[in-house]
């Protein structure tokens, strides 16, 4: 008896390939309530943003992953002593467009300016 050395390989192939449809419709079939658990489980999860009148929180959520938890630089320069180099409307500046490595329009005009004016008396 001569066996086809390829029939246990093509019958593999066509239980992943079957398997992989039922999992697909499984999916489908299943995805209107892993999205509903998802939102629930972000909504939980979701903290507020700070408000546009806290320079400190503000600095936290937008600046301390670039510039250092307690800004002494990291991938972004340090800003500890920004004030001592720049003034508040050059910060400004910078925050609203952008600088060397930094992208324009992290945060808007706003708390960009009250981002600034903390940042500046940081001396």
């Not at 999992?23 to 509903?36: E, P, T």
């Not at 002593?81 to 467009?97: H, K, P, Q, W």
Request: a negative charge; charged letters at 20%; hydrophobic letters at 50%.
């Amino acid at each position: 008896m001569n066996r086809n050395p390829l029939m246990p390989l093509a019958a593999i192939a066509i239980l992943g390939i079957v398997l992989m449809v039922v999992v697909s419709y499984w999916g489908l079939n299943n995805a209107d309530k892993m999205l509903a658990a998802q939102d629930a489980k972000g909504q939980a999860t979701e903290q507020a943003a700070p408000a546009a009148d806290d320079p400190e929180g503000l600095v936290k959520a937008s600046c301390v992953s670039c510039h250092g938890q307690n800004l002494e630089g990291a991938v972004g320069p340090a800003l500890a002593d920004v004030g001592s180099r720049l003034s508040a409307d050059e910060i400004n500046n910078i925050i609203i467009n952008g600088g060397a490595t930094m992208p324009p329009g992290l945060v808007d005009a706003e708390k960009a300016k009250t981002i600034a004016a903390w940042l500046a008396e940081k001396k």
